[in-house]
């Protein structure tokens, strides 16, 4: 069983930073490839950013391109998502996601396992 929790969201100023974190249990944390989604109010779940196994692969959606950074741990089977300037139209629901093939896809369909989202809120 491979369960998968979200933390790190809130209420911040445009302009600011947040961390969000994703701790995964699981002996098989280390091969999975893991991505972060968001869903804003009213519209349908996005791609955000995607890490591969060893971490030595990230890939982002064009919209938050040189703003947020994925990163991983995987001695602590953690997964982070560090956001900075954000924008009001970041605000939504973040969910990490894993995928047992541990290659760096975008598609809500290519992902096996999910949290259960953490609040992101950006004020103007």
């Known amino acids: 069983q491979v369960q998968l929790v979200e933390s790190g969201g809130g209420l911040v100023q445009a302009g600011g930073s947040l961390r969000l974190s994703c701790a995964v249990s699981?002996?098989?944390?280390?091969?999975?490839?893991m991505g972060w989604f968001r869903q804003a109010a009213g519209k349908e779940r996005e791609f955000v950013a995607a890490?591969?196994?060893?971490?030595?692969?990230?890939y982002y959606a064009d919209s938050v391109k040189g703003r947020f950074t994925i990163s991983r741990d995987n001695v602590k089977s953690t997964v982070y998502l560090q956001m900075n300037s954000l924008k009001p139209e970041d605000t939504a629901v973040y969910y990490c996601?894993?995928?047992?093939?541990?290659?760096?896809?975008?598609?809500?369909?290519?992902?096996?396992?999910w949290g259960q989202g953490t609040q992101v809120t950006v004020s103007s």
């Open positions: 996601a894993a995928d047992r093939r541990s290659s760096l896809r975008i598609g809500i369909e290519d992902y096996d396992y």
């Open positions: 699981g002996r098989t944390f280390g091969t999975y490839g």
């Open positions: 890490i591969s196994w060893t971490g030595g692969r990230t």
